[in-house]
């Protein structure tokens, strides 16, 4: 992986992070309806977190 590439890669999760810290604030300042689309919307980008991270950070065939 470039240096180059593995910079957009980082950039890409500190987003993804910093996007479900949003959710999860605006979450805890709602009620009713909206705390429960926040919710759904932080579930939705948790599902995509983790897959991007299996993808990216997965270790070649052989490695421990």
Do not use: I, K
Request: negative net charge; glycine residues 4%; aromatic residues 6%.
């Amino acid at each position: 992986m470039s240096t180059r590439h593995h910079r957009n890669v980082v950039e890409l999760l500190v987003l993804q992070h910093t996007r479900m810290r949003e959710l999860l604030d605006e979450m805890l300042a709602s009620a009713g309806a909206e705390r429960r689309e926040s919710f759904e919307e932080f579930v939705r980008w948790l599902a995509v977190h983790e897959a991007t991270e299996a993808e990216l950070m997965r270790y070649p065939v052989g490695s421990p």
